[in-house]
């Protein structure tokens, strides 16, 4: 059976997120290294979050595409709806401390300055849970399913800032897609350190008329206040417009990589 | 005197980088909207970090500073030197957990994961070592001066990945600060959604030898897959260039907002 490892505990989004790509064997891992370990050494392929529609980008996740030899081989997009959990038999009103992954926790800042809930941060969502069995006065924040699973009670659904709430995950394997006419590609780059440098780069893809899906710059390490830049535009590396695109960018940059050409995921 | 809210306890970088403003009242608050709260409603001005050149953004900042009526008046910049403390006398080898700010463990990072130690998020550096006197075989990542402040021990310096770490933190007042001659301005805006329109947008700027030297991207809520870009470039927003520039901007943006001219930091 297809094999995919993900970050967290059973039960977690990111699980959720590789059970909708069908029949597969999940492998939990502690951190998003691990995950990427697991892909680099041939032992299956891994599902990784990358952004959330809320909260934002997840960098560690940049970070590690940036230097691991893994291609994105496709995206999932999965709605996200945050319940508060507890266990059964649990007043709303004796909740005093609220465990969470921090992503989880800035989607529900909100809901949870007006309880006055002290928020703690965790590696997992669904992991959270098993620190709730063990302390009472407290909850956790996680999806419907993870209560599910943990034999644990829903005090309130969809406690986020808002019900429009996606995370985006890639699949990473050892080779990323072959086209299939709906496709994206996640590159990373530096560029020379020039006034207009990025303005530069950005040229390439709007003459090519490639549509930019997402800019994100992180730092580089060693050099402060100097970027990476990862951009995810519509279209296949091996489209004859892409590959123009990315031949002109490799002489206007000091470093690219592309992650890998996939196929698009959809709002579900 | 002077009176500066920052996030955190007595003893954090934060606070750190409103002493190095010069005599200054400090005064420790528990979130970030905490502090912008503060300077909404006249009790003074407030320090808060925006990124750091190791983990990058503060994305929590970003989104405050959108949404808030303060503006930013001036940029300092903290050398961060990290080290590993605990409890006088305690044994580096029976050390098994580390407490600290996400920031500053994702800072240490590689630091944490040789020595395997579990790391602990916490809501602040400073504040983590109040836990540690409370639990053996722990210990928390913050400044040489927290240790003093608090009576604890040093086991190690410099912790970080690189020993070039900086965070960069925005004062932020009533009103933003006069032309020096040496200033940067950061705006936020949103574009339309066409192919290119970040990119006509960077265009005023490179056409204006305006030099951009942060761009960051935020989603926007309840729009899943859109963003907020936010820009720092080199010049006052009176400068006749700028002027010019952020008028064309207006143009081309759906939204624009200036979050303040300032004098601008130097690493140290």
Redesign the interface.
């Known amino acids: 059976m297809r094999k995919i490892a993900f970050q967290g505990a059973h039960g977690s989004y990111s699980e959720e997120a590789a059970i909708s790509l069908g029949e597969v064997e999940t492998v939990p891992c502690r951190t998003l ?1 691990d995950v990427f370990e697991i892909v680099e050494s041939g032992g299956g392929e891994g599902i990784v979050p990358v ?6 980008s997840i ?2 996740t940049y970070d590690l595409l940036k230097d691991s030899t893994v291609q994105i081989s496709r995206e999932v997009i999965l709605k996200i709806s945050h319940c508060l959990i507890t266990n059964p038999g649990t007043d709303l009103k004796s909740i005093r401390r609220v465990y969470s992954h ?1 992503q989880a926790l ?1 989607q529900c800042e909100q809901y949870l ?1 007006e309880l006055n809930y002290e928020a703690l ?2 590696y997992d969502t669904a992991g959270s849970l098993e620190l709730v069995k063990r302390e009472k006065g407290s909850a956790a924040i996680a999806s419907e399913r993870a209560a599910k699973m943990y034999d644990m009670e829903i005090l309130e659904k969809g406690i986020q ?2 019900p ?3 995370t985006r995950f890639f699949v990473i394997s050892a080779h990323d897609a072959d086209p299939t006419g709906a496709d994206k590609t996640s590159i990373v780059f530096s560029t020379k350190h020039l ?2 440098s ?3 780069c ?2 390439i ?2 003459k090519a ?11 580089i ?5 100097s ?1 990476n830049f990862y951009l995810d535009f519509e279209g296949h590396k091996a489209d004859a417009g892409s590959k123009k695109a990315l031949k002109e960018l490799k002489k206007r940059t000091i470093f690219l990589k592309v992650l890998g050409s996939y196929p698009k995921g959809v ?1 579900r």
Chains 1, 2 share one sequence.
């Open positions: 290294s952004e959330n529609s809320i909260e934002g960098v560690r921090p800035g300055r941060p965790t800032m808002s429009e709430n996606y006034p207009g990025l303005y530069h950005l040229e893809f709007a008329e490639l549509n930019l899906m997402k800019i994100e710059s992180r730092p390490l060693g050099q402060p206040w970027y709002n």
